[in-house]
């Protein structure tokens, strides 16, 4: 199946060459091409997908008619309560899960065809919760090369690219280390060059600051957002709120559907709604909400720190 059929995705153009046999000279001639530039730009689509975990002590569906569209470049941050199938969401991306029904398009293959298994890996990088897990070899940079060599590409570029990743993370210092002698940030950092590394347009990652402290957090987003500025797709699966408020678009779940999809500043400016669903909100917007019951003549969908001190004063 072409990536077009599929109603596929990423910018693509088409040459199209008008051409006749020239009798005399028995060859070819172009008369005339144009170019048609066509602009699909959805990277990641899916469709009515639905997945069922099927055991012994009976079936879960644990996602239930999921629909929406990712652009090429964007960062999308999923919340939701335990079990409303953030990471089953996410392990369809890279076709470690395949829907029980319905499609993921990753730009343009349809992961459940299996002869598309290698461009959607290829296109797809992912960054789990537990570092100690991700990590595979006893040295930082065989860990960060490992996903290469299984690429099969030549040694003097995995070693070039590994610096690089290594660099981009500020770890280079570190390659010749253990991971086991890296504190849990630095840990994910080297599970983010790895993915780097591969040179993915898309970056899933699933609670990678569940785990760390308020400094390894920092760094961790850090990194994704740089990685967002240099034109990555981004998937950022999180229980923080003030790391879903720097998303571009916020997917919020609840019992393996997507009941919300819009801005931060949409979703977490209706306080009480979020409080309702079980959520907290940005610090800034909960102390706005507060100050208007106060009667604090304030704007609406303060979402920031800055804002508020704005608004203030
Ligand atoms: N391998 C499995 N077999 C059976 N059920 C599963 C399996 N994995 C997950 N589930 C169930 O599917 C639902 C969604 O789980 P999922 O792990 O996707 O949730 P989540 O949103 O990532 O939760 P958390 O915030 O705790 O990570 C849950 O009810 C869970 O118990
Ligand atoms: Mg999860």
Redesign the pocket.
């Known amino acids: 199946m072409s990536r077009f059929e599929s109603g596929g995705t990423a910018d693509a153009i088409y040459r199209f060459d008008v051409l006749i046999l020239s009798p005399r000279r028995n060859e070819m001639l172009r008369i005339f091409s144009f170019v048609s530039e066509e602009k699909i730009l959805d990277i990641i689509r899916v469709e009515n997908l639905r997945h069922v ?1 099927k ?1 012994s002590s009976g079936d ?1 569906v ?1 996602l239930d008619g999921i629909n929406f569209s990712i652009a090429e470049g964007e960062f999308v941050a999923i919340i ?10 996410a392990k369809h991306f890279n076709a470690l899960l395949l829907p029980t029904s319905g499609k993921i398009f990753i730009d343009g293959f349809d992961t459940s065809d299996e002869k598309n298994l290698w461009h959607v890996r290829e296109n797809v990088g992912m960054v789990f919760q537990n570092p100690d897990s991700e990590i595979v070899a006893a040295i930082v940079e065989d860990d960060v090369a490992f996903g290469l060599e299984n690429l099969g590409i030549a040694p003097e570029k995995i070693r070039e690219r590994v610096d690089l990743a290594l660099d981009a993370v500020n770890m280079s210092d570190y390659k010749n280390f253990s991971p086991s002698k890296l504190s849990g940030g630095q840990k994910q950092r080297i599970a983010i060059a790895g993915v780097i590394a591969m040179q993915t347009k898309i970056i899933v990652f699933d ?1 990678p600051t569940a785990m760390l402290d308020p400094q390894g957090r920092r760094e961790v987003l850090s990194m994704v957002k740089k990685l967002h500025a240099q034109g990555k797709t981004i998937i950022y ?1 999180t ?1 923080f709120m003030e790391e879903a408020a720097q998303a571009q678009r916020v997917f919020l ?1 609840e019992g ?1 559907k997507i009941i919300k999809n819009d801005t931060p500043r949409e979703i977490f400016s209706n306080v009480r709604e979020m409080k309702r669903l079980g959520f907290s909100v940005p610090v800034a917007a909960e102390l706005a909400e507060r100050l208007r019951k106060k009667n604090f003549k304030l704007p609406p969908k303060i979402l920031t720190a800055d804002e508020l001190a704005e608004a203030l004063k």
């Open positions: 975990y055991s879960k644990a939701g309560n335990n079990g409303s199938g953030k990471s089953t969401l609670e699966i229980h779940m393996g």
